[in-house]
């Protein structure tokens, strides 16, 4: 049987994902994953939760989806977090949210 590891350790895990999260610019994305799923946050990830969310106290309960909203140019989720495959056979459907937090209408 295989162990079961979280999914922070499978992205430090040398064999598994690691040479390709090794860069600190996932260290933000590691602790949002470990903040979605409930898992302990210490020092820097601790921090990185409180500066983002302007909570204190970590969730206790792992979270069952999240929307990520970045720009066109922003940073990228990690690829182990999925996509939404919705819509066509041809790709993932996106929709714009304008800068008070509206959605666009498709095609925007």
Sequence with gaps: MMPVISILEALDDPELFQPLFAA?????????LAALFALPLTGEAREHYREHTGRTVAPIKAFREAAIVCGRRGPRPPPALGTDHRGDAGGASRRAVSGDGHLLPSGS
């Design 24 to 32: 600190p610019t996932w260290d933000r994305w590691k602790s949002f």
